[in-house]
């Protein structure tokens, strides 16, 4: 059965560092792409940073910078570290898997993923 938790999540100020882990089980992390998305209270789920099988990785404007997403394929586990936060980060932060490929460009579409996490709420005060 394929799955994703996510852990990490937290309540840190403004300018702070978080990391967020996206644990993979039925697959491999190097299989699939994984994405990380946010949904702020009242908003839309938007998404943040991607991986992709072959290690190309996107984000988003909001985040670039900012944002880092890595994986570590020995222990299956995909990585979202978030440095400089600001308090609109705050959100509940999901991985999600899919197994389909499209061009980098379109993979923060929240549609093309079919795994996803319960979410990890991050905090950010100012």
């Known amino acids: 059965e394929v799955q994703v938790v996510e852990s990490g999540g937290g309540a840190v100020q403004a300018g702070g560092s978080l990391r967020l882990s996206c644990a993979a089980s039925?697959?491999?992390?190097?299989?699939?792409?994984i994405g990380w998305f946010r949904q702020a209270p009242g908003k839309e789920r938007e998404g943040v940073s991607v991986?992709?099988?072959?290690?190309?990785?996107k984000y988003a404007d909001s985040v670039k910078g900012r944002f880092t997403i890595s994986n570590e394929n020995a222990k299956n586990l995909v990585y979202l570290h978030m440095n400089n936060l600001k308090p609109e980060d705050t959100a509940v932060y999901y991985c999600?898997?899919?197994?389909?490929?499209?061009?980098?460009?379109?993979?923060?579409?929240?549609?093309?993923?079919?795994?996803w996490g319960q979410g990890t709420q991050v905090t950010v005060s100012s």
């Open positions: 991986i992709m099988s072959d290690g190309t990785t």
């Open positions: 039925g697959f491999g992390v190097d299989e699939y792409a």
């Open positions: 999600a898997a899919t197994e389909r490929v499209v061009h980098a460009l379109f993979m923060l579409n929240r549609g093309l993923y079919d795994y």
